[in-house]
């Protein structure tokens, strides 16, 4: 591991120790807790630890140093803060494309499935309003094209089943050697060595 890395994963660490015990906008868990659920679901399901990392960071925006960070008066965009912020961090493009698009997945899947909104917490279905509702019909055929498409719908349902208070996961510290990988993923990866395609 590089002194860089190690630093960067220690900093995220001791931000969600800090910072992630706060209520997570009116549901029954804290962000950590939610972090924690979302990145378990990820890793449970197989995927690769740029998703697993996704699924941890993706509301890293709604964190208060974060935001502040970020000049934002509020968690407003949080998911276009958490991106840029992530992206500084070093991890690869993904992953920020991923924490970008979580909030355009749920007005997605709003337009797309009538039924979704009644599977919303209350806390979810306000935030929908803020974030501009569900997408129009031209919005929703641009959003099918992107390139991680089929991963943002589940990133949004791993976001949506994440609140479950209680619920056993690994510990904080189980998350830093995905952390980890991912950033040094991202390091070889702009070095020119190359990768196999993740999951």
């Not at 000049?71 to 961090?89: M, N, T």
């Not at 129009?136 to 089929?150: I, M, Q």
Request: proline residues 4%.
């Amino acid at each position: 591991m590089t002194r860089r890395v190690e630093t960067t994963v220690r900093d995220i660490i001791s931000l969600y120790r800090d910072e992630g015990h706060a209520a997570y906008g009116g549901e029954p868990v804290s962000q950590l807790e939610h972090a924690l659920q979302c990145a378990d679901m990820a890793r449970s399901e197989g995927h690769h630890v740029d998703v697993v990392c996704a699924a941890f960071l993706h509301d890293i925006g709604h964190l208060p140093s974060v935001t502040r960070r970020a000049g934002a008066a509020s968690a407003e965009g949080h998911e276009v803060v958490g991106a840029k912020r992530v992206r500084e961090l070093g991890f690869p493009a993904r992953v920020a494309a991923l924490v970008a698009g979580h909030v355009a997945a749920k007005r997605y899947l709003t337009f797309k499935d009538p039924g979704y909104d009644r599977q919303l917490s209350a806390a979810s279905r306000r935030s929908l309003r803020e974030q501009g509702g569900s997408m129009s019909a031209a919005e929703a055929a641009r959003f099918e094209t992107a390139p991680l498409f089929s991963l943002l719908l589940e990133l949004r349902t791993w976001d949506e089943a994440a609140k479950r208070p209680g619920a056993a996961v690994d510990p904080i510290a189980g998350i830093e050697q995905a952390l980890t990988d991912s950033l040094e993923g991202a390091i070889v990866a702009a070095a020119g060595v190359g990768q196999n395609a993740p999951k």
